[in-house]
């Protein structure tokens, strides 16, 4: 039951997307890019570029002017505003375009920007972003601010738009982009290939492959375009097949595919994969090992990070920690309970490893200078949602994550919005676990004890578990076993509080509870059993 202040709090509007601390200098406050077309010339492998785009941007429009993100090795020929020839600068990623100072009273206004010049491959975060070229194609690799190396925007995932994007290629060139197929046009020296789609997207998801791929195509009631080299098609034939097999997987669990198609494009460059939306790029060598664990995480991000975004590059965790949760449910359906097993305790290693040493960045607030901490917003991120599934009850879990995706449905999220809509999910408070697991690297410290009273047939057996640890009680859900010479029982108690009591009856006589026996937790234990407490 929540207090009418709860309530209120919960459905207060969260702070502003920008500036985004991990950065500052991408998007401008108040700008709202309704639709981009956009028309690129191009010559695979070669960098050269020459680009023409037309934004609708949405009223009300900023009072200084449009300040797009755009790399200052792309030059800007010319701007035209509601069809007219405008004044603009460039400096410093930003291209300038003052308004009048009493702009027409739209709904919309329509700009247009020519420009041209050889696409940069800067550095962010650690990773080259930008328009990739390996020795025959170009891919787009833009987590999280690599759009703007090849066309103007308002680079960061909490301003969405539609898209058209048109490739003019060499005729030996194959050109596909986000979306739908929408035709293909023989022009004098070049094709052109369209794609477009109607469902909201962030710039640093827009896929955009041109090369000479083969296409292999897999109808079904989720499309699946795969682009490869000719020599590597066999093997894309083969291995990838299954994720036919994890579409309805993850429909079954989170809702329908929200998109026009998928697929997946290589890249002969030495990266793992990113999730463009509709078309996931994978690193040529990542991807010819053993995918399924990299192919359901890219896939799973369709709905956690494609379909809704993070709404600041803090939010992070809600893509990267759901989509790696994503891997252990597709382990346990494919391989059973022991190889997921294994999986979880990865990243229960990584939660010790913050806890330990009193992390200073959370899930909720991450380094903005190391946005992709692998310890922290994958594997940590990943273990608190598996907690969560097992602290609510798996099926309400799901269902609470399936009303987080449509309360948010082609939009953005953060973590505020997230337990909002898990806790309107489920009705139920979980504001204890997200400051214990979320805004904190905390761990619990537990200690167990075992009382036994023997009965007419069997034993009466009382466990009682404390958490000991300062500061708050860290809300869990603890497995546990109780072991003796003639068998063993097991079970799983929710811990709200500092402390649990339950009663067992049992046919033997127990000798030790042993607490989290598979090691899912990151807790640490009293004394020297490592989790195993001798009953009296």
């Known amino acids: 039951m929540f207090s009418p202040l709860l309530c209120l709090l919960l459905q207060a509007p969260s702070p502003a997307a ?128 690599g759009a703007h190396h090849f066309f103007p925007c308002n680079d960061h995932p909490s301003d969405k738009a539609t898209y058209q994007i048109d490739l003019f290629l060499p005729y030996d060139g194959f050109g596909a982009a986000t979306g739908a197929f929408g035709g293909l046009s023989f022009l004098p020296g070049s094709m052109r290939w369209r794609w477009q789609t109607e469902k909201p997207l ?82 040529r060598g990542a991807g010819f090992g053993q995918p399924e664990g990299l192919m359901m995480h890219e896939l799973a991000h369709q709905w956690f990070g494609d379909w809704v975004s993070p709404k600041q590059w803090r939010d992070l965790w809600l893509s990267e920690g759901w989509a790696t949760y994503c891997e252990v449910l597709w382990m346990q359906e494919r391989q059973g309970d022991q190889a997921a097993a294994q999986l979880l305790r990865e990243w229960r290693n990584s939660a010790l490893y913050l806890g330990r040493r009193h992390h200073p960045w959370t899930l909720a607030n991450p380094d903005p200078d190391y946005l992709f901490d692998f310890h922290l917003v994958y594997n940590k991120g990943a273990l608190v949602l598996h907690m969560l599934a097992q602290f609510m009850g798996s099926d309400r879990f799901h269902a609470a994550a ?89 079970g799983r108690t929710r811990m709200n509080g500092r402390q649990s009591e339950w009663t067992v009856d049992l046919e033997f006589q127990a000798k030790t509870l042993q607490l989290d026996p598979n090691r899912e937790l990151p807790a640490l234990f009293s004394g020297k059993g490592n989790g195993r407490f001798q009953a009296r």
């Open 18 to 145: 920008l500036p985004d601390p991990a950065l500052p200098g991408r998007g401008q406050a108040g700008l709202d890019v309704g639709h981009y077309h956009l028309e690129l010339v191009l010559q695979p492998p070669s960098r050269r570029l020459l680009g023409k785009a037309r934004l609708r941007i949405q009223a009300p429009f900023p009072e200084d002017g449009l300040r797009l993100d755009l790399h200052p090795d792309l030059q800007v020929e010319s701007v035209r505003w509601q069809n007219r020839n405008h004044d603009f600068s460039q400096a410093r990623r930003k291209l300038w375009i003052p308004l009048p100072d009493s702009p027409e009273p739209e709904s919309t206004g329509d700009l247009e920007i020519r420009y041209r010049g050889t696409m940069a491959e800067d550095e962010s975060q650690g990773e080259p972003v930008g328009l990739l070229a390996d020795r025959r194609s170009l891919v787009s690799y833009l987590q999280p601010d």
């Open 202 to 283: 962030a710039t640093y998801l827009l896929a955009v492959a041109a090369g000479p791929f083969q296409a292999i195509a897999r109808p079904g009631k989720v499309p699946i375009l795969d682009l490869a080299w000719s020599e590597d098609a066999d093997r894309i034939r083969r291995h990838y097949q299954v994720a036919a097999d994890m579409i309805p997987f993850l429909e079954s669990r989170f809702g329908p595919y929200p998109f026009e198609r998928y697929g997946h494009v290589f890249l002969n460059r030495p990266i793992g994969g990113l999730e463009n939306q509709t078309m996931t790029v994978i690193g």
């Open 402 to 490: 399936r009303h987080f995706l449509q309360r948010n449905a082609g939009g953005n999220a953060d973590t505020a919005s997230f337990q909002s809509a898990l806790e309107q999910g489920s009705g139920e408070d979980l504001e204890s676990f997200f400051q214990a697991w979320v805004h904190a690297n905390r761990l619990p410290l537990l200690k167990g004890e075992v009382r036994q009273v023997r009965r007419r047939q069997g034993w009466r057996t009382v466990v009682r578990v404390q958490q000991l640890q300062a500061g708050p009680a860290m809300p869990l859900s603890l497995p546990w076993v109780l072991s003796g010479p003639k068998g063993s029982h097991s």
